[in-house]
Nanobody, 124 residues
Framework: QVQLVESGGGLVQTGGSLRLSCAAS????????MGWFRQAPGKEREFVAT????????NYADSVKGRFTISRDHAKNMVYLQMDSLKPEDTAVYYC?????????????????WGQGTQVTVSS
């Protein structure tokens, strides 16, 4: 079992930055890839970024590439999402997720464990 708790969301102006954190506990956190997803009102949950168990390999959605950075700290059992140059269309609830397979995935169905989400609102 893996427990995930996100934090760091909030209200920010266009062009601003936020850093989301995901605290993981239980099982063997460092053994599996992690991901960030987001869901805006009235829209389906969408992939944002994923990171390999080693932290060396990362993938991003085209919409956030060059603006967001995913990272992980095994010593602290943490995953981060640094979000820069934020736009109003980035407004959503952001979720941290953990896989139980070693390959990366951009599909929400490929993740078994989810956090409760943290709200990010970008004002224009």
């Amino acid at each position: 079992q893996v427990q995930l708790v996100e934090s760091g969301g909030g209200l920010v102006q266009t062009g601003g930055s936020l850093r989301l954190s995901c605290a993981a506990s239980g099982r063997t956190f460092s053994s599996y890839p992690m991901g960030w997803f987001r869901q805006a009102p009235g829209k389906e949950r969408e992939f944002v970024a994923t990171i390999s168990q080693s932290g060396v390999v990362t993938n991003y959605a085209d919409s956030v590439k060059g603006r967001f950075t995913i990272s992980r700290d095994h010593a602290k059992n943490m995953v981060y999402l640094q979000m820069d140059s934020l736009k109003p269309e980035d407004t959503a609830v952001y979720y941290c997720a953990a896989r139980t397979y070693t390959t990366l995935s951009a599909y929400s169905s490929g993740y078994k464990y989810w956090g409760q989400g943290t709200q990010v609102t970008v004002s224009s």
